[in-house]
C-alpha cells in the first residue's frame, strides 16, 4: 500500500490528511485552528473516531508536532505504515511555478523569495514544509501551488492595465488561486459527463470560505477571479473581492487608515463579515430568512457578484458545456446556486429545482435533462489532487513501485 500524507498550512491552521493512494481513501486527518493565539484547537479524526483537545500552539512547527503527537496516540501509525511521499499545499508559485516542484533548498528559497505577493499564505506553506522535512528527512516532499493550474491564462486576462515597468519590476500581474480545486473538479467533471477533458468547456465556480470562478477550454484554465492575491474577484466570507482601487485612497484619506490596516480591512473585515455581521454563510442565510435586511442585502451582492463573472466566463468561452459548483458553499447551499442560475433559460440554461434541493452527496447533475449547459455539484478534494500529483511528481506508482526510470527518493 502506498501512503501519502498531506499538509495544508494556513496562515493560522494547519490541516493535514493520510491518504491510501490505491483506494483513494482517507486513513486519519484532523484540523488545528487558532495557531497563535493563547489556545488553539485539534480536531483529529481516524475512521469514525474524532478526538479534540484544545492548548497553546505557537507556531506550525509547534502545529506539526501536535499532529505527529496524535498520530502516535490514535492512529493512523504512520510509523507501521509510513508515508511515501509528503504532499504540500502553497499558495502562491509566482511565474517560477507552472507545476508541482519536488522540494529542495533552492525550491524552499524560491518560495520564500515569493512571500511579498502572498503574506498571509507563503509563510506559513514555507514552516510546514520545514517541520515536515524535519521530521520526514528521509521522503520526497513536493510543493503543489494553487497558482500552477492558470499559468496557461492569456496575457490579456493576466495583465493589469498600469505602467508596464512598474508592474514588471513588482511581479504585479493576475496569478490566480484555488487551481489545485480548479483542476480536480473541472476533470472530475468531464469524467462524469463521460466526455474527454481536452473537448470540453467548463466554468468551476469554488465558492467557499475563500471563493474564486474560473473559465477552463480542454482542461486549461484560462481566466479566473482571483489575481495578484487571493483578495480580487467574488465576495468571500471576510473578504471583499473586486472593489475601486480608489476607495482605498479615500478610505486611507478621509477615514484615517493606514495601508495595513486597510488590508486587514477589506481581507478579514469585509465580504459576508462585513455586510452582515457573519462571515459563515449559513448564519447569513438564517438571518436573511427571519427578514434582516442587512442580510439579504449581502446574499445579493454575493450572488451578483458571481453572475457578473458567470455572465464573463459565458462569453470568454463561447458557451459553456458545463457549469460545476464546488466548496463549502457550492456544494451545500442550494439556495445560493438557484440565485446564480435563475432566469438564464434563454442562454441554455436550466435548473432541475428538485435535483438541486436534493440533499444527495457526490457529483450530480442538477440541471434538466433539456439544458444545453450541464449544471453540477462537484465535491472538490485538494488533499486527494495534491497528493496524487505529489506522488506522479516523485515517481512513485499508487502500488508504491518507483516508476520506471524514475528514482522513487528523488529529491530534486
Ligand atoms: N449547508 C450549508 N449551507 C450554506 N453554506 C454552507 C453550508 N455548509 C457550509 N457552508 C459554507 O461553506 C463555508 C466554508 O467553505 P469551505 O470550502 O469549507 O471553506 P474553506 O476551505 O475556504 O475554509 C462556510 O463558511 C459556510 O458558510
Ligand atoms: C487562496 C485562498 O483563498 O485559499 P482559501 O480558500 O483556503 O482561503
Ligand atoms: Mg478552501
Known sequence: MTVALVINSGSSSLKYQVLDMVTCGVLGQGLIERIGEETADIAHRVGDARYESRGPIADHIAAFAAMMAA?????????????????????????????????????????????????????????????????????????????????????????????????????????????????????????????????????????????????????????????????????????????????LVHLHHHAGMSFDELDDFLNRRSGLLGLAGSSDLRDVLRAADRGDADARLAIDVYVHRIRRYLGAYLVGLGGADAIAFTAGVGENAAPIRRLVVADLEWLGIELDAERNASPARGTRVISTDASRTAVLVVPTNEELEIAQQSLETAGISANGQAETGTDTHRRG
Request: aromatic fraction near 6%; charged fraction near 25%; include cysteine.
Open 71 to 247: 498520530f502516535a496516540e490514535h492512529g493512523p501509525d504512520i510509523e507501521g505504515r509510513r508515508p511515501s511521499v509528503v504532499g504540500h499545499r502553497v499558495v502562491h508559485g509566482g511565474r517560477r511555478f507552472d507545476g508541482p516542484a519536488i522540494v529542495t533548498d533552492r525550491v524552499e528559497r524560491d518560495i520564500e523569495e515569493l512571500e511579498p505577493l502572498a503574506p498571509l499564505h507563503n509563510p506559513a506553506n514555507l514552516e510546514g514544509i520545514r517541520a515536515a522535512r524535519t521530521a520526514f528527512p528521509d521522503l520526497p516532499h513536493v510543493a503543489v501551488f494553487d497558482t500552477a493550474f492558470h499559468a496557461s491564462i492569456p496575457e490579456a486576462a493576466a495583465t493589469y492595465a498600469i505602467d508596464r515597468e512598474v508592474a514588471a519590476r513588482h511581479r504585479v500581474r493576475r496569478y490566480g488561486f484555488h487551481g489545485t480545486s480548479h483542476a480536480y473538479v473541472a476533470n472530475q467533471t468531464a469524467a462524469f459527463l463521460g466526455r474527454p477533458i481536452d473537448e470540453i468547456d467548463t466554468i468551476v465556480l469554488h465558492i467557499g470560505n475563500g471563493a474564486s470562478a474560473c473559465a477552463v477550454r480542454g482542461g486549461r484554465s484560462i481566466d479566473t477571479s482571483m489575481g495578484m492575491t487571493p483578495l480580487e474577484g467574488l465576495v468571500m466570507g471576510t473578504r471583499s473581492g473586486d472593489i475601486d482601487p480608489a476607495v
